[in-house]
């Protein structure tokens, strides 16, 4: 049987920041994306990030740490379309725990968290902080059709919303599945 697969997202345009943000630092120098790249790939090994096809800075970046670079031609349409095309390119998978690439402060520990729920046969697994629910988030392989039929800025969340109880909550002492990076003050904050 296979394993889950790590899917991270990074075919956003970023244009709330101005810039393409994946490529800022936040941690010694080291790229955003790149830090949310490496967390996931040393939770799950198996792991792919979606792109812009057009973006070769960001997937030579990737491709260094080590995931499976996925273009994705549709990623304009929105979220949606990048999940769908990441789900598509690791479909052998039997669930996948899906990342996002501007969220680069996601504990270890909570990848293996959603990992372990998956494997322990949770539909859909997801991570809350204090009440809050957040990112990454597990889905099983049951949910590989209505994930490969998304095609907008939806993502997940609509098939998280219809199948609310089915979903496994996971508490983690963890800041960092709330705490995306949409702005450059959001970067600022993230050195002090």
Do not use: K
């Given at each position: 049987?296979?394993?889950?697969?790590?899917?991270?997202?990074?075919?956003?345009?970023g244009t709330r920041f101005g810039a393409n943000k994946l490529l800022v630092p936040v941690d010694d120098g080291v790229p955003m994306a790149v830090c949310a790249a490496r967390t996931l790939y040393a939770a799950?090994?198996?792991?792919?990030?979606?792109?812009?096809?057009e973006d070769a800075q960001l997937s030579q970046l990737l491709?260094?740490?080590?995931?499976?670079?996925?273009?994705?031609?549709?990623?304009?349409?929105?979220?949606?379309?990048?999940l769908a095309c990441g789900v598509a390119a690791l479909h052998e998978a039997s669930g996948w725990v899906v990342a996002l690439a501007d969220m680069p402060f996601v504990r270890q520990a909570t990848f293996a968290a959603i990992v372990g729920a998956l494997r322990d046969g949770a539909a859909i697994a997801v991570p809350r902080y204090r009440g809050q629910r957040?990112?990454?988030?597990?889905?099983?392989?049951?949910?590989?059709?209505?994930?490969?039929?998304?095609?907008?800025?939806?993502?997940?969340?609509?098939?998280?919303?219809?199948?609310?109880?089915?979903?496994?909550?996971?508490?983690?002492?963890d800041p960092g599945i709330v705490r995306d990076i949409d702005s450059p003050t959001d970067v600022e904050e993230s050195r002090r």
């Open positions: 049987m296979s394993e889950p697969a790590g899917l991270l997202l990074a075919a956003g345009s799950l090994p198996r792991s792919a990030v979606v792109v812009q096809s491709a260094h740490a080590g995931l499976e670079i996925v273009p994705c031609a549709s990623a304009a349409l929105g979220m949606g379309a990048s957040g990112h990454p988030v597990g889905f099983s392989r049951e949910f590989r059709e209505a994930l490969l039929a998304l095609n907008a800025d939806i993502g997940g969340r609509d098939i998280i919303a219809v199948n609310v109880g089915r979903v496994t909550w996971i508490d983690v002492d």
